[in-house]
């Protein structure tokens, strides 16, 4: 599901069962209700940087550094709701209020040196920079706002009153979690996390340092505590990583980081066993704990900007099977809603209820069986679909269980197995099927089809990749050939590469009857759906489509490898070699004869 905001991107979100409320770098805060818009407010200025609710009150925080409080309210009898919906919702205050201010103002004791960005005094009540983030006490007394100008400040919420300001970070305070047993987390741009102790001192409530958590260059982002109270902290950081500690009596030790992600964390939630990380690359990555072990469950995708905020509530509709309804925000100005299950034999058939955020499997059986009897073994191209299928995703789950120490689940191995059978179906075409009398040979002569052929192949280890492009005419005469380095560290982005190379290439010299034929099934079959067929290729992949749209007569097909092995010689010459260039017919001969 899908909910759209054309006027501006989402920057925060709140839940209170059974409304969401969504803010924006437009000032605009809308209330949404059976995922429909049900009402909205907006405040004169400051953006909305965060949310939380309090019984009929809300919070927000601004870009002007103001917290802004609304009430909660029927409207008249007189008014219908459906031609006015701000009436739910009116500004009860802002916080500190007027009055604190002018009291305040008339003492010098009340004026402190500002620790942030502008380096100049100002009340200690006030926040002289944005607000990051908002936070409630467990017993909903006490509010906790964060700030750029690097302080942490406590609110009291039945009188309004700011009762402490702390000096909490070097850089500005980007997180802030309230938790049970009077514990409060912050993160900050500095690179640190910290626990802090609330104490009561006679009428003085005071925080106290109690640990340093994390110290390192990049900055943190993002910060979430498991929902059984404080055991678990999570946290996110610029680099893509996800952080979590777990308590042992009186302090936390490290339990491991989360790596799902190539850029930054924006966002995290955690709910059950279940937790959320949302990135700006566009990815809500799902983890599943068990004990202290995490596992990645799914990888939610659709959005097309950076996922900004998430906020998640039980299914209702679920209670018994422990499913969760996700919404996450975007800077793609829209709102998604996810159902999420905590067991992975559900989340790829029920997590996402948007038809293109997971890949399609509707052609595939129902029941999910892959027995000898079943649809698999009713032919010799079908076995061998299968097979390819189930070797490639178990070598890629090898290589991420070694390089990014993630554990998948049985069933996630399993769906993408279905997925990449579902997915050859389009660009499998086998020489074995009996209806077809004809040889290989002719075969492949009638797919190559076009006044040129180009031939793209590329090699890749310890981190080089070269490109192999070999350009022919119909009747197989060599037109060119070159070779060049790559900027890829994967097989699967040096194919892309090599490929937008020849691209590129065919553009330069205005040829556009051109079949281009590669030995990589998974980027054929990327194309062909126009679907990035790995996050890692995201980048290159949407240049490859860009440029061959500018190609509308050109054709992309699969080879096997036999039938390229020409542009393989030529770029693993040119990788043993280290050299590159083009390459007429009489150059070429030798090199690929090797």
């Not at 907006?42 to 953006?47: A, D, R, V």
Request: proline fraction near 3%; aromatic fraction near 8%.
């Amino acid at each position: 599901m899908m909910m759209m905001d054309d006027y501006a991107r989402n920057s925060s979100a709140s839940l209170t069962s059974p409304m969401g409320i969504m803010g924006s770098d437009s000032k605009n805060i809308r209330v949404w209700k059976s995922l429909k818009e049900f009402s909205g407010f907006k405040s004169n200025s400051g953006l909305v940087k965060a949310i939380v609710i309090s019984g009929n009150k809300i919070f927000t925080g601004h870009q002007d550094g103001k917290i802004r409080v609304w009430k909660v309210s029927p409207p008249p009898p007189s008014i219908s709701n459906k031609n006015n919906i701000n009436t739910l919702h009116k500004r009860a205050g802002t916080l500190p209020t007027l009055m604190d201010i002018f009291k305040s103002s008339v003492k010098p004791s009340s004026y402190v040196l500002d620790a942030g960005r502008r380096r100049r005094t100002s009340l200690w009540i006030k926040h002289s920079d944005a607000i990051s983030c908002l936070s409630l006490s467990d017993d909903k007394a006490l509010l906790y706002s964060a700030s750029w100008d690097r302080t942490l400040k406590v609110w009291r919420i039945d009188n309004s009153k700011c009762l402490e300001s702390i000096n909490a970070h070097d850089d500005a305070v980007n997180a802030v979690v309230a938790t049970v047993e009077g514990l409060v987390f912050t993160g900050a741009a500095d690179g640190t996390v910290k626990v802090w102790k609330r104490e009561q001192r006679g009428k003085l409530t005071k925080h106290s340092l109690l640990q340093k958590l994390l110290v390192q260059e990049s900055a943190v982002t993002a910060l979430a505590v498991n929902g059984n109270g404080s055991s678990i902290v999570y946290c996110g950081s610029s680099d893509g990583l996800v952080n979590f500690w777990e308590r042992e009596k009186q302090s936390f030790s490290h339990g491991g980081v989360l790596k799902g992600h190539n850029l930054a964390i924006l966002c995290l939630a955690a709910a059950g066993g279940l937790v959320f990380s949302g990135s700006a690359d566009k990815t809500i990555c799902v983890w599943r704990r068990d004990d202290n072990i995490h596992t990645c469950l799914s990888v939610l995708t659709g959005h097309t900007g950076p996922v900004k905020c998430l906020a998640i509530e039980r299914d209702r509709d679920h209670d018994q099977n422990q499913r969760w309804v996700v919404y996450s925000g975007s800077l793609d100005k829209s709102v998604k809603v996810w159902s999420v299950s905590e067991y992975a034999q559900q989340d790829f058939n029920q997590t996402v209820t948007m038809p293109h955020a997971i890949s399609d499997v509707d052609s595939l059986p129902s029941d999910g069986s892959y027995s000898s009897a079943g649809r698999f073994s009713n032919n010799r191209t079908n076995q061998l679909k299968f097979g390819v299928s189930l070797c490639y995703t178990l070598w890629s789950v090898r290589n991420q269980a070694f390089h990014e120490h993630v554990r998948p689940s049985f069933f996630i191995i399993f769906n993408r197995i279905k997925s990449l059978v579902a997915e050859l179906n389009s660009v499998f075409t086998s020489p074995l099927d009996s209806s077809i009398d004809q040889s290989s040979q002719h075969a492949r002569l009638e797919v190559l089809q076009g006044e040129f052929v180009v031939f793209a192949d590329a090699a890749c280890k310890d981190l080089r990749s070269v490109a192999g492009i070999i350009v022919t005419k119909a009747n197989s005469e060599v037109v060119e050939a070159f070779s060049a380095q790559l900027q890829a560290v994967i097989p699967l982005e040096a194919e892309a590469w090599a490929l937008l190379h020849a691209v590129h290439r065919c553009l330069s010299q205005g040829w556009h009857n051109v079949t281009f034929a590669v030995d990589c099934q998974l980027l054929v079959w990327g194309i062909k759906a126009r679907k990035t067929p790995n996050w890692r290729v995201a980048g290159v992949f949407a240049r490859l489509l860009d440029a061959l749209d500018c190609i509308p007569s050109a054709s992309v097909v699969w080879i096997p490898r036999s039938g390229n092995e020409k542009a393989h010689k030529l770029a693993k010459w040119s990788f043993n070699s280290y050299q590159f260039g083009f390459f007429n017919a009489e150059e070429l001969a030798p090199l690929v004869a090797i």
